[in-house]
């Protein structure tokens, strides 16, 4: 028996093909030790992979000359120290985006799921000249007000989005801009020392918003199974860089430490593990791109030159497949000037126009005096990436797992006529009639849909809803190619984005302060010269 245990553990190791029992010497020490044991093999496995080392193959010793930095990493930060924007549109949606952006937050704080992950880690941590968080009286260091930050923004998934070839939500940087802006305004000032201004914030919205979009415009993460907050580190890693003052030889060493971190798993988005790290996964990535420019910054910590390229143990070999990165275009504005709003729905935004489609198709039931219990089935046109990602059937465990289900989304205005984020609540999703509504649902790709999703001249995302009735009667298919907030309708969704805006300051600051704060923003040229702190500090509130 030992002798088969000894022979089949030398062919699992893979060191040889057949090798006697009595060829392999095992001291009498080491014999006395496997006799005694009941896993045998255990032993024998340990002690030939020292013993027999001498006789495995050679392999050549690595190349230890040092390599040239990646491209990709030199040209992000190129692009973070070198490029002027000069795009006035990009200037202009950077505003909305900063008010939009900090409105989500805002009303995120209405859901204790998210106060309880907020704050400093140690209670009544007050860290002096620290970043200050809107809505909440918390004063923390910068790597932790990012969290902070970044978790509020994300957390209703109501903040903008850009989907191509990677999906994501560009403004989850600005957790990490205004958390190392408002602290260096703070300490600057204590120091005697100038302040950086709002202008510079969305200098580096801009820059974040273009290397995570143009990153995700031709690269798939989600296709490997990485999420895309990889995308918010090492844009947020870039932008902060300069922010701090670091030279760009520092922002290489920066990026190449976010591209070298340990990136996150889709995991928790998608069924049957769907769940609220959704909501504060890009809070996390803001944290740790904080933290990673200050080490380099502080600490010295130095780069990964070949970070992406290395053979066997870069980022292409061990997480992409082998595959290097594609680009459709050379850095500029073009991802600010393209980005998608939410404004309609707080809702996964695959779905944005379903939502739109199923509340006309509520108002066309209530029309002929029908309702959604007269509802026999609902046929959803939509894009892949929807199919893929919301497209859900079975029981929904939680908020999460409701704001990513397309049914969902579609039943609840059907019904009530509504979508707001109260709408994920158990209290709303134990009414029976939503679950019923839902097995009636059939989702299908529609194949234009999919090209004119991905079409740099369209990025539509279009959704198609089609009702038949228990009577046998069809209703007119309601079809919503763009959501209000996309480009092609921006004329039309600005006021709705101010009202949104205003909705979500009024809920957690009040009248008086909401007026102030829009006062102060609706203007982009004096909002550009105002100190960061002074502008965050209108946010604050004493609990």
């Known amino acids: 028996m030992l002798a088969r245990a000894i022979s089949k553990t030398v062919l699992t190791r893979g060191v040889s093909r057949c090798v006697a029992p009595a060829l392999l ?15 045998p093999s255990f032993i024998t496995r340990r002690y030939l992979s020292t ?5 495995a ?4 010793a690595a190349d230890n000359t040092k390599p040239e930095v990646d491209k990709v990493v030199q040209e992000i930060a190129d692009y973070v120290h070198d490029y002027k924007i000069e795009s006035p549109l990009a200037w202009e949606t950077a505003r909305l985006c900063l008010i939009d952006t900090l409105g989500c937050g805002l009303e995120a704080l209405n859901f204790e799921q998210c106060t309880k992950l907020l704050g400093p880690v140690v209670e009544g941590t007050v860290v002096p000249n620290g970043t200050r968080v809107p809505g909440t ?10 969290f902070n930050i970044g978790t509020a923004i994300r957390w209703l998934d109501y903040n903008d989005c850009w989907l191509a070839a990677e999906w994501g939500h560009p403004s989850d940087n600005l957790g990490g801009i205004l958390a190392v802006s408002d602290w260096l305004a703070r300490s600057n000032k204590a120091k005697g020392l100038a302040a950086p201004k709002i202008k510079d914030v969305l200098e580096a919205m801009i820059k974040a918003h273009e290397i995570q979009g143009c990153l995700a415009l031709e690269n798939s993460f989600n296709r490997v199974g990485l999420d895309h907050v990889v995308l918010v580190k090492v844009a947020t890693t870039a932008v902060v860089s300069k922010l701090l003052g670091m030279t760009r030889e520092q922002t290489v060493d920066a990026v190449s430490q976010a591209w070298v971190d340990g990136q996150s798993l889709r995991t928790y988005r998608h069924a049957p593990n769907t769940m609220s790290r959704k909501s504060w996964a890009a809070g996390d990535a803001c944290s740790r791109a904080v933290n990673l420019a200050l080490m380099v910054k502080n600490g010295g910590v130095q780069g990964i030159p070949s970070v992406l390229s290395a053979k066997t143990w870069g980022f292409y070999d061990v997480l992409f497949k082998g595959s290097e990165f594609k680009f459709q275009r050379p850095y500029g504005s073009y991802v600010m000037e393209n980005v998608l709003f939410k404004i309609s729905f707080p809702a996964e935004f695959h779905s944005q126009t379903a939502c739109e489609a199923a509340m006309t198709l509520h108002q066309n039931l209530k029309n002929i005096g029908k309702t959604s219990d007269d509802i026999a089935s609902v046929r959803i046109r939509t894009q892949e990436a929807a199919v893929r990602i919301i497209d859900k059937k079975g029981p929904l465990n939680n908020y999460a797992d409701r704001d990513h289900c397309i049914q969902y989304m579609v039943a609840v205005p059907l019904i009530f006529g509504r979508l707001t984020a109260s709408d994920y609540n158990d209290s709303i999703a134990s009414d029976p009639r939503i679950d019923e ?9 529609d194949k234009t849909y999919s090209l004119e999703y991905h079409n740099p001249e369209k990025r539509s995302i279009g959704n198609a809803l089609l009702i038949t009735l228990k009577d046998g009667t069809e209703l007119p298919e309601v079809e919503v190619e763009y959501p209000v907030g996309h480009k092609f309708r921006r004329e039309e969704g600005i006021p709705l984005l101010v009202e949104k805006f205003k909705r979500h300051l009024i809920g957690r600051l009040g009248e008086q302060k909401t007026t102030e704060i829009y006062a102060a923003s609706q203007n982009l040229d004096s909002l550009q010269k105002m100190d960061v702190d002074d502008y965050m500090n209108m946010y604050v509130t004493e609990s």
């Open 25 to 39: 010497r095992i001291p009498s020490s080491v014999s006395q030790i496997i006799s005694k044991t009941s896993q």
């Open 51 to 55: 013993s027999m080392s001498a006789k």
């Open 57 to 60: 193959i050679p392999v050549p």
């Open 137 to 146: 009286p918390y004063q923390l260091d910068p790597i932790r007000g990012a």
């Open 437 to 445: 509504l839902r097995e009636k649902m059939t989702c299908v790709e």
